[in-house]
Every structure is written in C-alpha cells, then in structure tokens.
C-alpha cells in the first residue's frame, strides 16, 4: 500500500517559488514511478511532471519546461516539485501520484494508483 502526503502549498506573489514535497509511508517508495498534477477551477486536472524510480528521467508539460523541476530522494521516499517563476496560471490544487514502473505514459491520470490528497497553490498578479 502506498500512502502519499502533499506539503509545501501557499500563497505566492507572481514571479515567486515554491517547493512542493510528497511524501510516502509505505516501504516501496523506489518501485514506482511518481507524477505531480494539477487541478485548477473549472479545469479538468492536467499533467505537470513526472519521474522514474532512479531519478533518471524526467518529463515536464510544455507550460512548465524552464520554470519547475521535479526530483526524488527514495532514501527519504518523498518527491519534490521545485517552481520558479510562478505565474497567476500555476494556480491550483497540486497532486502527488504514483505509478506502477511498467505503466509507459506519465501524463494520463488513470495509469497511476496512488494519490495524495492535494495541497493548494495560489499566485497572485
């Protein structure tokens, strides 16, 4: 079973930063692949990052590419989501997910099993 916690949320001026971390109680941190998505008012929940289980690769959606970084440190078994540059359109509930490793495509939300419960980001102009 795995059991994922988003921290890290708030309130951020445009052009701020943030570190988001997700953090997991169960023992196989290092099997999964893990994802960060987000959730915006009236917006179907969208892609944002995704990482394998070494940290070895990493995906990004096009918006992000440049501002945000997602990382993992399985000794601690928690993932990271870093973001500069925050912009008003970054606002959002942002969810930490986790993927069997099998499961190729890190940007649809039904390949992934786990997800933590949200924490809320907001960027003001």
């Known amino acids: 079973q795995v059991t994922l916690v988003e921290s890290g949320g708030g309130v951020v001026q445009a052009g701020g930063s943030l570190r988001l971390s997700c953090a997991d109680s169960?023992?196989?941190?290092?099997?999964?692949?893990m994802g960060w998505f987000r959730q915006a008012p009236g917006k179907e929940r969208e892609f944002v990052a995704g990482?394998?289980?070494?940290?070895?690769?990493?995906y990004y959606t096009d918006s992000v590419k440049g501002r945000f970084t997602i990382s993992r440190d399985n000794a601690k078994n928690t993932v990271y989501l870093e973001m500069n540059s925050l912009k008003p359109e970054d606002t959002g509930v942002y969810y930490c997910?986790?993927?069997?490793?099998?499961?190729?495509?890190?940007?649809?939300?039904?390949?992934?099993?786990?997800w933590g419960q949200g924490t809320q980001v907001t960027v003001s102009s």
């Open positions: 169960g023992r196989t941190f290092s099997n999964y692949d």
């Open positions: 997910a986790a993927k069997q490793y099998w499961r190729g495509n890190y940007d649809r939300l039904n390949e992934y099993a786990y």
């Open positions: 990482i394998s289980r070494s940290g070895g690769s990493t």
